[in-house]
């Protein structure tokens, strides 16, 4: 076992043996609800304040800034949830028609299983951006709760897993005493929330795109023929390609369009690359440069295998920036669309029933039940095609 599962392992040892302490002994139990931590299992949940702190940045505001939240908070769930229903019905639409034709199905959804469908590498990433998407998305629920007047019993952090939580308990007599324009503009304010981070995460991931700087690599050699021209030359590998009959090579696709030209014609090449160490996505350190006469014959294959990676001239700095950024894009997108969903566990869905519930209550569960069912059935065929 690897120390990050261990440390994983670990934390969830802790968390049970907490649960179990606080089954068991009644004054613990007593002791941690005075301090305002509520223990369930694998769940600690720790109340940080009241209201009274959130109210010096938000209050009862200007019917014209409550009206744009609420318009804004609407469009951008409407955008969220048509999004959603058209990434659905393409689909299903695939998994009949890989069912009619004996096909195995496939799903656009997978979910993130840390060990299983994701790196542990990807642990501290996603951690944090979890953690900046439920601050954010409970954040906005506040600010336009105090807006609205609605009031707010209190509000903090947590740990479900290995997973951050934030959360804020809304006074449920004040909240449903509230107009539903009210609701509605609360409800969908966590959306918002997210939706705009994304946004902003999604600028700066361009920012830094443009900062990074890729090597086109062989990573290995074909060794299914030993007739195959780079085998035959014994190219070393891990190695950039630097130049090939005096052309420089600056990135992946100008090596396989060069490469594309000779496919049908007797070639010889003379190839320079650049002995290198690779960690991961990135190459950590080089060598010497080495040069090779390859002899391709006519419809022959070259006989490597290429990849693109992170050249060392890029500062590692960028790199994990990079990284964590687009996790922050990744996750707050994804509970965007997701908390936008009409579902029974979503906000989406507690709009939906506060909209419905007034004209066809059977109509509230339909639309939820197909909804959570489909992205049910879809989540755990995307895991079985990963696995």
């Not at 409407?78 to 695939?94: D, H, K, Q, S």
């Not at 336009?144 to 952090?157: N, R």
């Not at 449920?172 to 994304?198: D, H, M, Q, R």
Request: proline share 5%; net charge positive; with cysteine.
């Amino acid at each position: 076992m690897n120390s990050s599962y261990a440390y994983l392992v670990a934390l969830l040892l802790i968390e049970a043996l907490l649960y179990a302490l606080v089954k068991a002994r009644k004054g613990l139990r007593e002791g941690l609800v005075k301090r305002r931590v509520d223990v369930g299992f694998l769940t600690i949940l720790v109340d940080v304040g009241t209201a009274s702190k959130l109210r010096k940045i938000a209050s009862p505001s200007s019917k014209s800034l409550r009206k744009a939240v609420l318009v804004a908070g609407t469009l951008n769930m409407a955008f969220m949830i048509i999004f959603l229903y058209l990434t659905l019905i393409n689909a299903v639409e695939g998994l009949f028609r890989a069912v009619s034709v004996g096909e195995t199905p496939v799903s656009p959804f997978v979910p993130v299983i840390p060990g299983v469908t994701i790196s542990l590498d990807l642990i501290m990433p996603l951690v944090l951006s979890i953690g900046v998407a439920m601050a954010i998305h409970e954040f906005m629920h506040a600010v336009v709760a105090l807006m609205e007047g609605v009031g707010i019993e209190s509000w903090g952090i947590g740990l479900f897993a290995i997973f951050p939580v934030a959360y804020v308990k809304l006074s449920e007599n004040s909240f449903n005493e509230a107009p539903k324009k009210s609701k509605v503009s609360i409800l969908s304010a966590g959306i918002l929330g997210n939706s705009l981070i994304a946004l902003l995460a999604l600028g700066i991931v361009s920012l830094l795109t443009t900062q990074i700087v890729l090597a086109p690599v062989i990573v290995d050699l074909d060794r299914s023929n030993p007739e195959l021209p780079a085998l035959k030359a014994n190219i070393s590998t891990p190695s950039i390609i630097l130049e090939v009959n005096g052309t420089k090579i600056n990135n992946l696709e100008e090596f396989r369009s060069f490469l594309s030209k000779l496919i049908n014609q007797s070639a010889v090449l003379v190839l320079k690359t650049r002995r290198c160490v690779i960690d991961g996505y990135r190459i950590v350190g080089t060598g010497p440069v080495e040069t090779y006469v390859l002899r391709k014959p006519a419809g022959s294959k070259l006989g490597v295998y290429l990849s693109e990676l992170v050249a060392p001239e890029t500062p590692p700095y960028t790199v994990e920036a990079l990284l964590y950024v687009n996790w922050i894009f990744i996750v707050n997108l994804s509970l965007a669309i997701i908390n936008a969903a009409p579902i029974f566990v979503s906000d989406g869905g507690r709009i939906f029933t506060e909209i419905l519930s007034k004209y066809s209550k059977k109509l509230n569960y339909l639309v939820q039940g197909i909804t959570s069912a489909t992205l049910a059935i879809l989540l755990v065929i995307g895991f079985i095609n990963y696995v």
